[in-house]
């Protein structure tokens, strides 16, 4: 049964950890977004046969340096006011990771001619320093780590009031065209989610704070949790067993049952709350 519920609780983290990455992912459109290519017009030399003097003698404008890839990039992130932050505190605590997606970006095919999407750099940066390092956010101080899952929280509420429908499926990690028009006008939100993942990986990697594996016991606690604010049994298998209820619930109940599962893990002791906040960074850093 232990096994079973942590398998379970793999699912649930997993279904509300889709917040984690899923409104950075929706600002990517349909793809990598090019800008049309700057195009450099080159000074004309007049007609030395019919210009006058003067004219023929004059020096030609030098065209302006063509940036290099590296330099096109790095522009287009400082002059993204909500996204500079973000690569700023890379850089600072991660060069290493930092200087590398910056490379990887500059080796994309035309990139030296023209600039790819900062909501790209954002959503691949965040991805690759997630895979690299997300484990160490278990580690990561208390107040640190849990303000992860309430900024988790907070997104959910934005999506739920404006539409139901694409809470439920943003729970689920769908992304289509809706959800990408809900995060065009929020990059200081996916800013925010993704700098607050960025500091609990650095506060894991300098506190490395030790945390057990959920309990049976914290299993129990946190079926209490669910069913003391108002949950039904098959409720409460949705979202710690994985059991699909015949039929499905609609969308409302069930971005209702995303927001209610956040929430009884926001109230439960700390010490359990937080054993299970590690298992579920774990489980999105090796997802």
Known sequence: MFLERLLALATGAIVALCLG????MMALGPGRKFAEPAHIVEPRLADTDTAPLAEAATEPTPAPPRLTAHERIEQAIAATEEYKSFFQRMRQTFPTDYAAAIETFAQEPGVGAETASVDFYL?????????ARGVLAAKAEPLVLARVFDLQLDVLRAISAENKKLCAAFLY??????????AAGRRALVAEMAVVGLEAIASGQAKQLERSAPSEEDFRALEKALAARGLRKPEIDSLLDGKTPDPPFDDKKTCALGQ???????????PIR????????ELMARS
Do not use: K, M, N
């Open 173 to 182: 990690g769908g992304v289509d065209q809706d959800f990408r028009s809900f």
């Open 21 to 24: 990455l899923g409104l950075v």
């Open 123 to 131: 959503a691949e940066s965040v991805r690759r320093l997630r895979q």
């Open 260 to 270: 209610t599962y956040l929430e009884a893990l926001r109230a439960l002791p700390e």
């Open 274 to 281: 937080l054993r299970i906040y590690g298992l579920a960074v």
